[in-house]
T-cell receptor, first 115, second 117 residues
Framework: GDSVTQTEGQVTVSESKSLIINCTYS????????LFWYVRYPGEGLQLLLK?????QKGSSRGFEATYNKETTSFHLQKASVQESDSAVYYC????????????FGKGTLLTVTP | GPKVLQIPSHQIIDMGQMVTLNCDPV?????FYWYKQILGQQMEFLVN????????KSKLFKDQFSVERPDGSYFTLKIQPTALEDSAVYFC???????????????FGAGTRLSVL
């Protein structure tokens, strides 16, 4: 089956410091992987942060970046300088081919940015 | 951005009773979904729904589950009867399209926490 593994639990980063949340995926499907990062702010629904559907390409949004690395099957989320407003739960997700409605999610990483 | 609303945010129910979870999807969206997240686990796909029909369901979508969207109103997930293992957070999502570009982006609600006692 398919699976997504991301940095577990909680990550605490001081404001203006850099961030990396690791994500790796595994699939037995022959369909091409599409990779996503979703974010959930307190009390809100998941929002798509960024997505990449082509291996080797980088997605970016709100200062966050992630590169789809087919060789290492990874899609790590990075930001050079975090802000308190980035505090949220981040989810890495895998979609396959045209079936992007049936996402396989990681367990989520709670990011807390301290002043 | 577009909002998916889920009502209520938390529901407590006795095992064996029926429960209906309500979802108000993005107004012009055509495709609807439910996901389930057990505490400490990943969100998992349950079902997707289009034009009044279930298009695909996972093995988690038990016979006790049903979905509908009568008259274009709320998209609902009904569980009858409920079991202890149905305790989870249920997330509704909607999208404008099935595939292609940005139109198949899923927009999720904040979830309804269901506690079956």
């Amino acid at each position: 089956g398919d699976s997504v593994t991301q940095t577990e639990g909680q990550v605490t980063v001081s404001e203006s410091k850099s961030l990396i949340i690791n994500c790796t995926y595994s699939t037995t499907s022959i369909a091409y992987p599409n990779l996503f990062w979703y974010v959930r702010y307190p009390g809100e629904g998941l929002q798509l942060l960024l997505k990449v559907i082509t291996a080797g390409q980088k997605g970016s949004s709100r200062g966050f970046e992630a590169t789809y690395n087919k060789e290492t099957t990874s899609f790590h989320l990075q930001k050079a300088s975090v802000q308190e407003s980035d505090s949220a739960v981040y989810y890495c997700a895998l979609g396959l081919g045209g079936s992007n409605y049936k996402l396989t999610f990681g367990k989520g990483t709670l990011l807390t940015v301290t002043p | 951005g577009p909002k998916v609303l889920q009502i209520p945010s938390h529901q407590i129910i006795d095992m064996g009773q029926m429960v209906t979870l309500n979802c108000d999807p993005v107004s012009n969206h055509l495709y609807f979904y439910w996901y389930k997240q057990i505490l400490g686990q990943q969100m998992e796909f349950l079902v997707n729904f289009y034009n009044g029909k279930v298009m695909e369901k996972s093995k988690l979508f038990k016979d006790q589950f049903s979905v509908e969207r009568p008259d274009g109103s709320y998209f609902t997930l009904k569980i009858q009867p409920t079991a202890l293992e149905d305790s989870a957070v249920y997330f509704c999502a909607s999208s404008l399209a099935w595939t292609g570009g940005s139109q198949n982006t899923l927009y999720f609600g904040a979830g309804t926490r269901l506690s079956v006692l």
